[in-house]
T-cell receptor
């Protein structure tokens, strides 16, 4: 069965520093998509970044980048130059064929 | 485009009552998804539609749950004979069929069963 595991329930980072959030997944599919979503307190979930499994190049969106290791089934998110507005819950998500799974989330605190 | 909207935003009901939630997706999106999220957890997939067809249902979706998407536009999620364990945030999301299936989420409906 496909699962998504986020092993860090909570992390803290100093403003302007870099932080990496971990995610591993289990799947038997060869074609799928991976996402990181951000959920600020009491606000709706928004997409941060996505990765297509058949693309070897790691996705990048401004200060956000991923380290996608397909063989290891690992998909970590790196946030550079952290800002106070980055404080939120971050969810790793897997989209396969009729399969949609989310991890349990990592709460990111940003210290001024 | 105003994004995905959900109504009501909050619902308090007594155990045993039926409740219905509505989701209006982004207009050009073919796919619509329902998730349940409990405090401190990630969303759990319930079901999804492609246009008006319900393509997949989770085992979490017991016989008391039913979802519809008439004419492939808005969707409703009904819970019959609510139980206290149904208390959660119910999230709706929509996406295009292509483009990596990025999902756009609504604000959710918070259900409290007393």
């Amino acid at each position: 069965a496909q699962t998504v595991t986020q092993s860090q329930p909570e992390m803290s980072v100093q403003e302007a520093e870099t932080v990496t959030l971990s995610c591993t997944y289990d799947t038997s599919e060869s074609d799928y998509y991976l996402f990181w979503y951000k959920q600020p307190p009491s606000r709706q979930m928004i997409l941060v970044i996505r990765q297509e499994a058949y693309k070897q190049q790691n996705a990048t969106e401004n200060r956000f980048s991923v380290n996608f290791q397909k063989a290891a089934k690992s998909f970590s998110l790196k946030i550079s130059d952290s800002q106070l507005g980055d404080a939120a819950m971050y969810f790793c998500a897997y989209n396969g064929f009729n399969k949609f799974y989310f991890g349990s989330g990592t709460k990111l605190n940003v210290k001024p | 485009d105003t994004g995905v909207s959900q109504n009501p935003r909050h619902k308090i009901t007594k155990r045993g009552q039926n409740v219905t939630f509505r989701c209006d997706p982004i207009s050009e999106h073919n796919r619509l998804y329902w998730y349940r999220q409990t405090l401190g957890q990630g969303p759990e997939f319930l079901t999804y539609f492609q246009n008006e067809a319900q393509l997949e249902k989770s085992r979490l979706l017991s016989d008391r749950f039913s979802a519809e998407r008439p004419k492939g536009s808005f969707s409703t999620l009904e819970i019959q004979r609510t139980e206290q364990g149904d208390s959660a945030m119910y999230l709706c999301a929509s996406s295009l069929m292509t483009g990596g299936y990025e999902q756009y989420f609504g604000p959710g409906t918070r259900l409290t069963v007393t």
